[in-house]
């Protein structure tokens, strides 16, 4: 009896979290919708609402944004505002440094978040899951030895973190993907184990019949 309720719970728990997690996505772009002139909302036409069309709305906008930037004209247009925005004491840094990270993340040639290795942290007796990124040239030719660049995530928020120069010869390079080893930081370790759990409950269960 007991068996069978963790079985469901173990294939139920993920599906509902996993459609929170998207309701909350979906509902957080349709307030883009907010932003038209209300008679051009489709509940205005339509006479109700279309959950999703907001996050449609939104998604045609980043792809028309790309899209207008790739040419002269679009570039010189994102410069300018973007030269506008770095004018502004505040804004500017808060701007630079997210523009400086997103740019790392998702430009098609970086090396950002390629490997998972482990580190000495927070003491020489301790091990911490790390994501090599890059390391600044300037760095690398001022240090005594070969060193990589570190990225440690915090649990269970792995947005926030820590950034450090270590001894390649001091890392252990780990036969782990990326999105393992986050989903390890934000469930603290649960998600491996109850990945682990949840195999053998099934296997043990298929065994029964």
Do not use: C
């Not at 069978?4 to 349709?30: E, H, R, S």
């Not at 993340?105 to 390629?114: G, I, N, P, T, V």
């Not at 780990?174 to 469930?187: E, G, N, W």
């Amino acid at each position: 009896m007991k068996r069978y309720f963790i079985t469901g719970l173990l294939i139920w728990v993920p599906l509902g979290i996993t459609l929170w997690v998207l309701d909350l996505l979906i509902g957080t772009m349709d307030q883009s919708l907010l932003l038209l002139p209300e008679n051009w909302r489709p509940e205005a036409w339509l006479g109700f609402r279309i959950p999703g069309l907001g996050a449609i709305l939104t998604l045609l906008v980043i792809f028309l944004t790309g899209l207008a930037s790739a040419n002269i004209i679009g570039q010189r247009l994102v410069d300018f505002w973007e030269g506008f925005l770095l004018r502004i004491p505040v804004v500017k840094t808060i701007y630079n440094s997210v523009k400086q990270v997103s740019d790392t993340l998702f430009a098609s040639d970086s090396h950002a978040f390629r490997k998972v290795l482990l580190v000495r942290y927070p003491h020489p007796e301790a091990w911490s899951i790390a994501f090599q990124t890059k390391l600044p040239e300037e760095a690398a030719g001022r240090l005594p030895e070969e060193h990589v660049a570190v990225f440690i995530p915090t649990a269970p928020s792995p947005v926030n973190g820590f950034y450090f120069f270590v001894k390649k010869s001091e890392t252990i390079e780990l036969d782990m993907s990326v999105d393992m080893a986050l989903k390890t930081i934000v469930s603290m370790g649960v998600a491996t184990n109850v990945g682990a759990k949840a195999d053998k409950l099934r296997s043990r269960f298929a065994g029964s019949q």
